[in-house]
């Protein structure tokens, strides 16, 4: 199969790509790359570096699924530049979805989130619960189901969304801003982990290997099995409250100490039932919250990944390339700022 990976240099596409390279399928990227060069050079992968918002749509010719997996990916960078992140999530996705559609590509899978539930109602919370998004990253993410199952729809177009849990584990483009990554660096650096919004909130968590797996399982399956669908990704069994969560990576790491960070209660509360994709595409996951957080661990002792690089940390990467940018405008001089 030809796929078209949008964003597949970031945390999850560097992941995928890969994975889905070695299973023998031709992949195209089409990533900004703003995180830097993170994928292995591989004959199966093409790059296209370039932006969702601009690219030229020939790089959709012979494509027969696309994966998105782009865009602004936490709440933070998503509040720094609101129209920037509408842009990018809302306009940029839109246009390759209707790009893709027109290039005549079958499939198409992308990439939403349990967030969409937000302040969820009570526990277990299905594909067919209420979404109650409470920030714009998630508000773009209801967008974008709405449009690719509204005005997208279509009996050529294969759409399914995954709803992701919050990822965890390693990649080559890391994320030390998803909370377990995160608090297991902060165990492993500081033996400190903050426990903001009270900790009593629930969360999902699915490994990183384990969600593409499942891209690669929503590209290929049976078009009756998930065209027009929305599935949960993650495991049921991998629902925490924050601050248990917390304790778990405390007795990982001895001598961590748990504190809880005076902020506002956290309003993103859900706890997310995922029985249908296991029951409809015979799904399971195979990685545990105990795994990731040792996974990352021996990483970080192991010196393979490094807890101070910049562009781990999401939202402080984009506000580097804010003022990056700032600057060019600033004080270019035939192109160039200091040289
Ligand atoms: N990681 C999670 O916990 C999680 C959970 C639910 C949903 N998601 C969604 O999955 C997708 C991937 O998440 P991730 O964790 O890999 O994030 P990421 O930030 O690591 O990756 C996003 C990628 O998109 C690229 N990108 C950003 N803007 C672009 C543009 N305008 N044009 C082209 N490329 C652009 C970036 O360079 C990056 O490589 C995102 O849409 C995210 O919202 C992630």
Known sequence: MHVLVAGGAGYIGSVLTPLLAERGHKVTVLDRFYFGPTLPKHDAIHVVRSDIRTFDPAILRG????????????????????????????????????????????RYVYSSSCSVYGHGEGLGLTETSGRHPVSLYALAKAEMEDVLFGELKGPSFEVCALRLATVFGLST???????????????????????DGGGRQWRPFVHVRDV????????????????????????????????????RVRDAIPGTEVVHAPTDPDLRDYNVNFDKIHRVL??????????????????LREGRVDPDERRWYTLKQYLFLREAERAHAELALDGRVLF
């Open 63 to 106: 494509v027969d699924a696309v994966v998105d997996v782009s865009g602004i990916s936490n709440d933070p960078s998503c509040e720094l530049e609101p129209e920037l992140t509408r842009g990018v999530n809302i306009d940029g996705g839109k246009r390759l979805a209707r790009y893709a559609k027109e290039a005549g590509v079958r």
């Open 173 to 195: 483009r890391m994320r030390f801003d998803l909370a377990i990554n995160v608090m297991t660096k902060n165990a492993y650096v500081n033996r400190r982990i903050m426990v």
């Open 212 to 247: 593409a797996d499942a891209f690669a399982l929503a590209m290929t399956a049976d078009a009756k099995l998930v065209a027009g669908e929305v599935f949960n990704v993650g495991s049921t069994s991998n629902n925490v409250q924050i601050l248990n969560l917390a304790f």
């Open 282 to 299: 015979d799904y399971s996951t195979k990685r545990t919250i105990d795994d990731g957080i040792r996974e990352v661990l021996e990483a």
